[in-house]
């Protein structure tokens, strides 16, 4: 439902699902919620990802191979910053201290990304900015002013679709 409700999102703030750049910023390896949109969006024309993640936490070799085979482009980076300007969707993770296996690790990474207003300098102004919540740190509260952040209407898109979805699997007449 997250991915349904990442496409809703997309749709009302974009008007369109194709001809997008998205940027996918933080834990890749283990978010599911981007392996979910990336197969999603990729069966739309024109859709170009951009990567960004430490080499630690890289989009797993699964998801690459299926991505190459589809020929879907997309470029992969450690550098958030010269990302930016070319990205419709920055849809920001963040760094999940269960999914590791030691504490030394995730306190190494999970600061890797911290987006603020200065990462935003050269972003489009019709950047829309996602994130599947919850937040730890990888999105500065100031975030939340700027007209981009669209992650809050994000929960209500999701509040809504699934209540819907719940309503039509109990064959519920509204």
Avoid: W
């Avoid at 809703?8 to 981007?34: A, F, H, M, P, Q």
């Avoid at 599947?132 to 809050?152: G, M, T």
């Amino acid at each position: 439902t997250q991915t349904l409700a990442d496409l809703l999102t997309i749709s009302r703030e974009l008007g369109r699902l194709d001809n997008l750049t998205i940027g996918l910023c933080g834990d890749l390896k283990y978010g599911r919620t981007v392996h979910s949109l990336i197969d999603a969006m990729s069966r739309y024309e024109g859709v170009k990802f951009v990567l960004i993640s430490p080499e630690e936490l890289r989009v797993p070799d699964y998801v690459r191979e299926a991505m190459d085979r589809e020929n879907i482009p997309y470029v992969e980076t450690t550098d958030l910053e010269s990302a930016m300007p070319t990205l419709d969707i920055l849809y920001m993770t963040r760094v999940q201290r269960e999914r590791f296996f030691n504490e030394e690790d995730y306190l190494r990474l999970k600061d890797s990304y911290i987006l603020t207003p200065e990462k935003l300098k050269n972003a489009k102004d019709d950047l829309i900015i996602l994130h599947p919540l919850p937040r730890v740190n990888e999105i500065a509260v100031s975030i939340d002013d700027d007209p981009r952040a669209c992650y809050f209407k994000q929960v209500y898109y999701a509040k809504i679709m699934r209540m819907s979805l719940i309503l039509k699997s109990l064959e519920v007449e509204v």
